[in-house]
């Protein structure tokens, strides 16, 4: 199993998911009313696009954005330097000239060209805004699919939304919800499973645990993969719902929690092993 590499927008990512993660009690229950549908599609099966992208797309406008900083901000070479810094994270290179403010005398470029040049790069990024939302969700997806423990949270609001709307979901996707009007069970693609595999790295959730399930150690340990919020708790199938467990930590979970964790190792806890 090896993950394929691409080029991620990752300091405009972690900039979205930390005003997501920081914004989260104030505008979940609005985000998700204002992308419901989206939600519904995400929640019955995995789906690689999820709830969370759904609700960082909440925060996300680079259009919006922009015209703000035009219209508030005097420093015209920093407004351009930050359209260039956006373009680089998002691997976008328009074919259009860089502004000589160096060599430039003219404090408020009117009759230079400096500003002319940066609303033609604001037109460029404007016309390629649906593209460079979508990177920079994407990027900033990476870090939020780590945090288990803001996952924990966010399904948790999730299953109060999916119990207010379970009506209306059954409603649109009758084949997916059971008698007891909550999300049925399906079956886990091997993407997703891959997925929560590689982000906890083969080991189990459970603080208390934290056996491996890589079978490289130990090849009695069985991995499951486990809703962090059930779903007879109104949790989901949604593809960030997830966290990898041993089988003993899974069986007694249950189905009546949502234990979870934040434990993880920080890549300077990596030390090497003294020879014996």
């Not at 891959?194 to 090849?219: M, Q, W």
Request: charged share 25%; aromatic share 12%; with cysteine.
């Amino acid at each position: 199993m090896a993950a394929k590499d691409e080029h991620l927008a990752l300091s405009s990512g972690i900039g979205l998911a930390g005003l997501a993660v920081s914004n989260f009690w104030d505008y979940s229950s609005e985000a998700f009313s204002c992308f419901k549908d989206e939600i519904f599609e995400s929640i019955v099966k995995p789906n690689k696009l999820t709830a969370v992208h759904h609700y960082l797309f909440f925060f996300q406008d680079i259009e919006d954005e922009l015209d703000k900083i035009y219209k508030n901000v005097d420093d015209l070479q920093w407004i351009y330097n930050f359209m260039i810094r956006t373009l680089e994270g998002v691997n976008l290179q328009p074919n259009i000239p860089t502004p000589d403010f160096a060599g430039c005398s003219d404090e408020y470029h009117k009759e230079c060209n400096c500003r002319e040049i940066v609303e033609q790069l604001m037109e460029y990024i404007n016309e390629h805004q649906d593209k460079i939302d979508e990177l920079i969700v994407h990027a900033a997806f990476q870090f939020i699919f780590q945090d288990r423990k803001f996952l924990h949270d966010f399904h948790l609001e999730l299953s109060a939304f999916i119990q207010e709307h379970m009506e209306e979901i059954e409603e649109q996707f009758p084949e997916y919800v059971t008698n007891k009007k909550r999300i049925k069970r399906v079956y886990f693609p091997k993407w997703l499973t891959d997925a929560v595999f590689y982000r906890d790295k083969g080991t189990c959730s459970n603080p208390e645990c934290r056996c491996d399930l890589s079978n490289l150690i130990r090849t009695q340990n069985t991995k499951h993969i486990d809703h962090i919020v059930p779903l007879d708790l109104y949790g989901s199938n949604d593809a960030s719902n997830f966290q990898l467990l041993c089988e003993p930590c899974n069986t007694s979970k249950g189905a009546r929690s949502t234990a979870s964790s934040s434990v993880n190792a920080p890549y300077w806890n990596i030390e090497k092993q003294s020879k014996v």
